[in-house]
């Protein structure tokens, strides 16, 4: 229309899309995939696991020698040679030759295992097979027993030993970074000194990475209360199911809304697990508690048959929640208040300037984050907001001033940029400030009964 009476200007206001970080994980496997080596492949279901999985390989001789076999593969196994791995030799005639070995790679076509006795010579010729195979469809198994509404990756690694492993996924870390929140891990990296600092390395409070371990009652004591980013879980004697998985399912399950609240991670039920046995087990049961190990109990004290989480915490001993919490939070006030800046940027109507206005709409941004937190059932209290320079509100924190509530403090326009003058000029705000308690539920009742004769 020539010479309009009345012109529009439109603009666009762009809700942020919810993060997916805490819903992501990735089961490790190495060698029990036909995957590229660093490849992610997601399973939504048991069977999609299937087609991806290793096959078995052929035998072409076998010979025991010294209680060592030496074992001759058809075409070659493209294993690392100097190298132990665990191999799984299948039918076999006789038949002892058969069995789960860790196994000493020692040519393209050629690898070794220790076997005490002399089975005889060898008249049908098997098959050889990546126990990480096995490993990782039980790890399946479990995980998709928990129920079916969280999806999982598997990270193939490559064929190799758990040092090499450990060393493969901290360069997939490096080179990805915070796109896998918690990773299930083999059963060898239990054992691997490797393996402990690389947790440690993720041990800060804004590492946002996890990494669940399937442990014995012989190495548990491997791992230390400083090894927040460390859970892990010690299996019932005899059981083999990987019971960890259990707990990671766990973890990648919660879908916080307002009526879907985050629950804590003891006392969990779990499915398709083995229970720790009580009987005679008392005293093991207690000492694992108190290394902050994690193990498989039943809901029997409470009149409860199904299996539950016991312990529910990181190897530093805070809970489970505690730190999804934490990580919430974390991902939740960065998100939204770039929402805020970026969104008032690109709004002339009412656009986002860096003043006492500005600040007051970062500091609204930030306390509706909290306040969703709490409907979450992540923080405690209720929200209260302050003004106060940091000074002044580090002070009124330490008095108690605010026990028991979540606060959102934003330090004034004047106080910050006296005491921050050259951030004005590169557009840059520190004065928001956030202190809140994690929700963490009851882990021990203490009733106090009296008995008495006098009525």
């Given at each position: 229309m020539a010479n309009p009476i009345v012109t529009t200007n439109v603009t666009q206001t762009v809700a942020p899309a919810p993060s997916t970080l805490q819903r992501t994980g990735a089961i490790i496997s190495q060698g029990g995939t036909t995957t590229d080596d660093g490849t992610l492949s997601l399973i939504t279901q048991e069977s999609d696991l299937t087609s991806l999985l290793e096959t078995t390989h052929a035998i072409t001789s076998m010979s025991w020698s010294g209680g060592t076999v030496t074992v001759a593969t058809t075409s070659p196994h493209g294993l690392p040679v100097g190298q132990t791995i665990?191999?799984?030799?299948?039918?076999?005639?006789?038949?002892?030759?058969?069995?789960?070995?860790?196994c000493a790679i020692t040519g393209a076509s050629a690898f070794t295992y220790a076997l005490a006795s002399n089975p005889g010579s060898v008249t049908v010729q098997g098959t050889?097979?990546?126990h990480a195979v096995a490993e990782l469809a039980a790890q399946i198994n479990t995980f998709f027993a928990q129920g079916s509404s969280v999806s999982v990756y598997v990270l193939e690694l490559g064929p190799g030993d758990a040092e090499a492993g450990v060393t493969a996924l901290d360069t997939f870390l490096t080179a990805n970074p915070g796109i896998i929140y918690c990773f299930a891990v083999p059963d060898s990296w239990d054992s691997e000194s490797t393996f402990k600092t690389l947790i440690d390395d993720?041990?800060?409070?804004?590492?946002?990475?996890?990494?669940?371990?399937r442990s014995t009652l012989g190495t548990y004591s491997g791992y230390t209360d400083q090894m927040k980013a460390a859970f892990v879980?010690?299996?019932?004697?005899?059981?083999?199911?990987?019971?960890?998985?259990?707990?990671?399912?766990?973890?990648?399950?919660?879908n916080p809304t307002s009526s879907n609240l985050v629950t804590p991670m003891t006392f969990s039920y779990v499915y398709g697990v083995t229970p720790y046995p009580t009987f005679n087990n008392g005293s093991t049961l207690t000492a694992l508690l108190a290394a902050n190990m994690n193990y498989i109990g039943t809901g029997a004290e409470g009149g409860i048959s199904t299996s539950i989480i016991r312990n529910g915490t990181l190897a530093d001993g805070n809970a489970w929640n505690y730190y999804y919490s934490i990580d919430w939070v974390q991902i939740n006030a960065e998100l939204n208040l770039a929402n805020e800046v970026i969104?008032?940027?690109?709004?002339?109507?009412?656009?986002?300037?860096?003043?006492?206005?500005?600040i007051n709409r970062l500091q609204a941004r930030a306390v509706s984050t909290m306040q969703t937190a709490i409907s979450y059932g992540l923080a405690l209290g209720n929200v209260v907001t302050t003004q106060l320079t940091q000074a002044d509100f580090v002070a009124a924190y330490e008095r108690g001033d605010f026990a028991g509530s979540v606060v959102v403090n934003a330090v004034p326009f004047t106080s910050y940029t006296s005491l921050n003058p050259s951030d004005y000029?590169?557009?840059?705000?520190?004065g928001i400030s956030i202190v809140y308690a994690p929700q963490l539920g009851f882990t021990e009742i203490i009733v106090n009964?009296?008995?008495t004769q006098v009525v």
């Open positions: 665990s191999l799984t030799i299948a039918g076999v005639t006789p038949t002892a030759y058969n069995g789960t070995y860790d050889y097979i990546n993720y041990a800060s409070l804004t590492a946002k990475t996890y990494f669940f371990a879980l010690v299996n019932a004697p005899a059981t083999s199911e990987p019971d960890v998985i259990a707990c990671f399912w766990k973890a990648l399950s919660y969104n008032g940027s690109n709004n002339p109507a009412a656009p986002l300037f860096y003043n006492q206005s500005g000029s590169q557009g840059r705000y520190g009964i009296n008995a």
